[in-house]
């Protein structure tokens, strides 16, 4: 039992505040790194010769890199990642109105099921016609047949 035990109190408090701020610090550079990189690319103002030296400057001189772009293109930045953001939602908005754009179906099926109560009422159809014609609308009635067919015009 000579070899020396190290205990938690051996490593002062502040050693431990201190080496969580330079870890977390080191996450928020490489996240920042990665930030830059990106918005790098998404700049189509820049072009390709100037996306290179800035990528350059960045990966060669990694902290100079990265505060010189942030003071330069900082603003633009961020402006790039709003209309980013801005087209996401619109794209969300859109696929979530055309999903939703299903329930029309439903609709349409109402608006046929009352333009074919209109013409019984009428006496366009018959009252046969207009039940076949309504199971076929609400899908009951499967393949239409031939003799199922409704008249869209009154014959008579």
Known sequence: MSA?????YDYPLLGVFWTMLEFFLWIIWFVLLFK???DIFRDDTLGGWAKAA?????????FLGILVYLIARGRGMGQRELADARAQ??????????AAGGGAAATGSADELERLAGM???GDITEDE??????Q???GAGEARPSDSVPTTSGR
Do not use: C
Not at 89 to 98: G, I, K
């Open 36 to 38: 830059v990189i990106v």
């Open 89 to 98: 939602r619109e794209a969300f908005d859109s696929y979530v109105r055309q």
């Open 120 to 122: 019984r009422s009428r």
């Open 130 to 135: 207009f039940r076949r014609a309504k199971d």
């Open 137 to 139: 609308v609400l899908g």
């Open 4 to 8: 020396q035990t190290y205990l938690a």
């Open 54 to 62: 800035w990528t350059l400057f960045v990966v060669v001189l990694p």
